[in-house]
C-alpha cells in the first residue's frame, strides 16, 4: 500500500542554519505530496503542496520539489527561525484522492 | 471563512465508556477524514467520509465508528473504551479531490483512565 518515510528527529539547529528535512513516498499513479506543520497544543496546518512531477510548493521561506524519478518530496529552508520550532509531517493524498498518508514526522528545535 | 471546528477540546472518560467525537467542516467541504495521533504511532487513519458515504477505512478495530450528516459534520464513536485509546483525535475537512489539501481543527484530546 501507499506509505510515506521521512527522517526521524529530532533535529536541532541553530538559528539561520540551512534545513533539510527528508522525506519519500511509495505509491501507484500520481499522487499529490504535501507538507505540514503542528505547533505545540494546535493542529496540523499545510505549509505547502505540490500535485505533479516537478513542481516546486513553496511557503514562508519553505520549499520542496515533487521528483517522481526519487519519489522524494524533501523540505528545505535557507535559514530557520526559532519560531520555526514544531512538527513537520510528509504526506501524500493518494490517486482515488480518498485518502491522505502521513509520515511519522520530525520534531524542528532551533536555538537562538 | 470558519475553520474546522471539533468538539470538545478535552475529555476524560473511564475504562469501558464509550465516547462520541464531533468534526464541523469548512463550509463547502464535503470530505471529512479522522485521526488518531500518539507520541508512539504517529497520525493514524481512522476513515473518512465523502457526501454521508465512508469511502475509506484505516486499521482500526469495529469498536471505531463514524458517520456524517447531510450538512456534512461528522461525529466519531468509540465504544468500550480501553487505556490505549487516549490520544489526540484530529479531524481534517477537504473539497475531496485529489490535489486538495485537508485543512486540520485543533483536536480532541481525549484521555481513559
Known amino acids: 500500500g501507499d506509505s510515506v518515510t521521512q527522517m526521524e528527529g529530532p533535529v536541532t539547529l541553530s538559528e539561520e542554519a540551512f534545513l533539510t528535512i527528508n522525506c519519500t513516498y511509495t505509491?501507484?499513479?500520481?499522487?499529490?505530496l504535501f507538507w505540514y506543520v503542528q505547533y505545540p497544543g494546535e493542529g496540523l496546518q499545510l505549509l505547502l503542496k505540490?500535485?505533479?512531477?516537478?513542481d516546486k510548493g513553496s511557503n514562508k521561506g519553505f520549499e520542496a520539489t515533487y521528483r517522481k524519478e526519487t519519489t522524494s518530496f524533501h523540505l528545505e529552508k535557507g535559514s530557520v527561525q526559532v519560531s520555526d520550532s514544531a512538527v513537520y509531517f510528509c504526506?501524500?493524498?493518494?490517486?482515488?484522492?480518498?485518502?491522505?498518508?502521513f509520515g511519522a514526522g520530525t520534531r524542528l528545535f532551533v536555538k537562538a | 471563512k470558519a475553520g474546522v471546528t471539533q468538539t470538545p477540546r478535552y475529555l476524560i472518560k473511564t475504562r469501558g465508556q464509550q465516547v462520541t467525537l464531533s468534526c464541523s467542516p469548512i463550509?463547502?467541504?464535503?470530505?471529512v477524514s479522522w485521526y488518531q495521533q500518539t507520541p508512539g504511532q504517529g497520525l493514524q487513519f481512522l476513515f473518512e467520509?465523502?457526501?454521508?458515504?465512508?469511502?475509506n477505512k484505516g486499521n482500526f478495530p469495529g469498536r471505531f465508528s463514524g458517520r456524517q450528516f447531510s450538512n456534512s459534520r461528522s461525529e466519531m464513536n468509540v465504544s468500550t473504551l480501553e487505556l490505549g485509546d487516549s490520544a489526540l483525535y484530529l479531524c481534517?475537512?477537504?473539497?475531496?479531490?485529489?490535489?486538495?489539501?485537508?485543512?486540520f481543527g485543533q483536536g480532541t484530546r481525549l484521555t481513559v483512565v
Open positions: 481534517a475537512s477537504s473539497l475531496g479531490g485529489l490535489g486538495n489539501e485537508a485543512f
Open positions: 505509491a501507484t499513479g500520481y499522487p499529490s
Open positions: 505540490a500535485t505533479k512531477a516537478d
Open positions: 504526506a501524500l493524498r493518494d490517486t482515488g484522492g480518498f485518502k491522505t498518508i
Open positions: 463550509s463547502g467541504h464535503r470530505s
Open positions: 467520509y465523502f457526501s454521508e458515504t465512508q469511502r
